[in-house]
């Protein structure tokens, strides 16, 4: 017996979306475990599901029907507070559109989070720190995000992504933006959180990308195949 708890555990997940010309049924009873450590790749054809399921897994959608537990504990026990609360403290979002906010700083952008989580400023040095981290110079942090290329925007998003040290990365899509050259190198930044023990769950439709993971399912029809 596997004496570890999932990070990540999906029973017998539904979603529905109650449209006024009837239902769509986005995830149709998908159960997954996603163990500490793993770099999980979920593929599929378009409009098969794989946002609506990383959606769920970070906690900015519930299920329709189903069981959906964070770090072992099922969201369906929890109020919206505690919701939030977790997901806050075990995940980092990554998306295709980079999602920064354009008014913002670098700088800004990437202490948002902690600000959010802590409500006070004490995050002295820390967006140094990340930059570095993820292969920026600080000289970045007081430019705003349209004054950077495709590449440097997402490794932002990454290290606004990792301000509040989550244990899980969840990525849709994140080198949809991004030419092949410079996609890789944001793959391979993601592979080395990975190895330093984050555990990441990456949406792609791309055969190559989906290489860096250690396990790979495919959506069909809101099914995993
Ligand atoms: P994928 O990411 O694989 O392209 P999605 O999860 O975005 O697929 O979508 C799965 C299905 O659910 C599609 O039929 C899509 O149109 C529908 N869908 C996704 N999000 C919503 C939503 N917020 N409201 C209504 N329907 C949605
Ligand atoms: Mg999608």
């Known amino acids: ?3 570890q708890t999932p990070v990540i555990e999906l029973k017998d997940v539904s979603k529905i979306y109650s449209l006024p010309f009837g239902d769509v049924t986005a995830l149709n009873h998908v159960s997954l475990e996603v163990m500490p450590g793993d770099f999980l790749a979920i593929m599929g054809p378009s409009g098969s599901g794989k946002s609506t ?5 970070g906690s900015l959608d519930v299920p329709t029907d189903g069981d959906l537990f964070i770090d072992g504990t ?3 026990n929890l109020t919206d507070e505690e919701l939030t609360s ?4 075990n995940i980092g979002f990554i998306f295709q559109q980079f999602n920064l906010l354009p008014l913002l700083t670098v700088k800004e952008n990437v202490e948002y989070p902690y600000i959010l989580k802590y ?12 930059l570095e981290r993820v292969g920026l110079t600080d000289h970045l942090m007081h430019h705003k995000p349209t004054e ?9 998003a990454i290290a606004r992504a990792l301000i509040n040290n989550p244990k899980i990365m969840l990525c849709d899509e994140p080198t949809g933006n991004l030419d092949s050259k410079t996609g890789s190198q944001v793959m391979d930044l993601l592979a080395e959180l990975n190895r330093q023990g984050k555990t990441v769950i990456m949406v792609t439709h791309d055969a190559d990308i989906a290489e860096y993971a250690n396990k790979k399912i495919v959506i069909t029809d809101g099914e995993i195949k």
């Open 148 to 156: 950077l290329s495709g590449g440097q925007q997402q490794r932002v």
């Open 86 to 89: 977790l997901r806050r403290d």
């Open 74 to 76: 099922n969201i369906k």
């Open 1 to 3: 017996m596997n004496a």
């Open 53 to 57: 399921m990383l959606n769920l897994i």
């Open 119 to 130: 409500r006070h400023g004490d995050y002295e040095g820390r967006c140094e720190k990340l």
